[in-house]
């Protein structure tokens, strides 16, 4: 597969790049923090976590880095999400969050259904003032390459490179879906991230009872300030030792499962099984489970949560460095399929949620679970609170799991709409 045209960034020594992602995240929390007037209104606002996102993808839309070049997502993504899963998950909550099922279901199947009738819905409305779109012949048929955008953004890479080996869109239209897929979504996360900090607006507006959050977030805060002491150096070496070495057996087991399913069961792909990453994540929380049933649960005392945070907000600028907004320019129809696909998504979201009552941390979880997947749901799930960070990460494989048929499905819906 061919990928977009790369051009050298102004910084390509990832050791400075992770420099300047560090550098703004501390900025941004300790202007964050701060009880200067200015700030206090400016934060009022804007929330912080979206400039922890945004102001990477400026330096990268500037040229000034790149999320291209840059090694820092993967390392980000196979390391420090791990870990932080499991930091999030040692102090869980089972019970409460079981309580949490109907709403977040409901939410998460909108999503997915929003998606999923989306992507013909935008194509047919496009399409209607800009033929250009049914122009294509063969590999270049668009609909070929927006239902590897489907798979993306119903379960995530491996349901996409699923679409790709079935529908076969060309290299180059490939790759301009890769953009559309990258920079809508990127930007609906923004969106999201802005509404985490008026989420009680939000849920005015929907009527909604958010009692059973709101519950599950107090029970934890009880348990962090019942087992809080000021952690001593191995207390904290023991935080990080059990984020990472439960990466590292998670890794281990991972690579041994995923090739073991490709090899003997290769049909298994269609549920994401044969996905190194999906297993990655799956182990990862799963173990983190395990443990929250164990005294590993009292190292959320000396700040579990805490250091998972740290993990997941470099996480989250390795994320914002990905978007390039002057990529619009390239392919402004797809752009535009994009985001009147992604607009189609959000309202039956915003339907359903009025008339379920559900708050707004269901939509956006139920929503990124879906766009996002396990990359960035359980970080927007963990910008209301840690503890809610393994609801995304639950979600997002339920999305592994239905992704390749529901994009599927999409992409011969837009099939038959292109003739």
């Known amino acids: 597969m061919e990928s977009l045209p790369i051009n050298e960034p102004l910084i390509t020594n990832d050791a400075v790049v992770l420099g300047i992602l560090v550098l703004i995240l501390a900025v941004v929390f300790k202007t ?4 200067r007037p200015v700030f206090k209104k400016f934060y009022s606002v804007v929330p912080s976590l979206l400039l922890c996102y945004l102001i990477p993808s400026i330096f990268n839309s500037l040229g000034i880095i790149s999320g291209e070049t840059s090694k820092l997502y993967t390392v980000a993504s196979q390391y420090l999400l791990p870990a932080s899963l499991v930091l999030f998950t040692i102090s869980l909550d089972l019970k409460e969050i079981w309580k949490l099922r109907h709403k977040a279901g409901a939410m998460f199947i909108a999503g997915t259904v929003g998606v999923v009738l989306g992507g013909p819905l935008a194509l047919l409305l496009v399409g209607s ?8 012949e063969g590999s270049e048929e668009v609909w070929r390459g927006l239902s590897t955008v489907a798979g993306s ?6 349901n996409q490179l699923a679409m790709y080996e079935v529908f076969k869109p060309s290299p180059n239209l490939f790759s301009a879906m890769i953009a559309v897929d990258v920079i809508v979504a990127s930007l609906w ?3 999201v991230l802005f509404g985490v900090g008026h989420a009680k607006k939000v849920d005015r507006f929907f009527k909604a ?7 599950l977030k107090k029970k934890v805060e009880a348990y962090q300030l019942d087992n809080l002491k000021i952690p001593t150096l191995p207390d904290t070496m023991m935080v990080v030792g059990v984020g990472l070495g439960v990466t590292g057996i998670a890794h281990f087991f991972s690579d041994l499962i995923a090739p073991w399913i490709a090899e003997n069961a290769p049909e298994l792909s269609k549920f994401s099984l044969t996905s190194g990453f999906f297993w990655l994540v799956v182990l990862a929380t799963v173990i983190g489970v395990l443990l929250s049933f164990t005294k590993v649960r009292r190292l959320e005392g000396v700040g579990a949560s805490r250091i998972g945070s740290v993990f997941l907000y470099i996480m989250v600028a390795t994320i914002g460095m990905q978007m390039d ?5 390239g392919s402004p129809i797809l752009f535009l399929v994009g985001f009147v696909w992604i607009v189609i998504h ?3 979201l915003v339907i359903v949620a009025k008339l379920i009552k559900a708050p707004f941390f269901f939509l956006a979880v139920g929503s990124d679970a879906n766009i996002g997947g396990a990359a960035s749901a359980p970080i927007i799930a963990g910008a209301f609170h840690p503890v809610l960070a393994p609801v995304g990460v639950l979600l997002a494989i339920l999305g592994y799991a239905l992704g390749t048929y529901g994009a599927y499905l999409c992409g011969l819906l837009m099939q038959s709409i292109s003739g």
């Open 325 to 329: 907004v002057t990529a619009i320019y």
């Open 346 to 348: 959000i309202l039956l």
């Open 189 to 191: 996360m923004a969106v």
């Open 32 to 35: 964050a923090a701060s009880e």
């Open 209 to 215: 009872d958010s009692s059973a959050v709101e519950e």
């Open 129 to 136: 003032f800009a033929p250009s779109l049914f122009a294509g």
């Open 153 to 158: 953004w119903i379960g995530g890479g491996a």
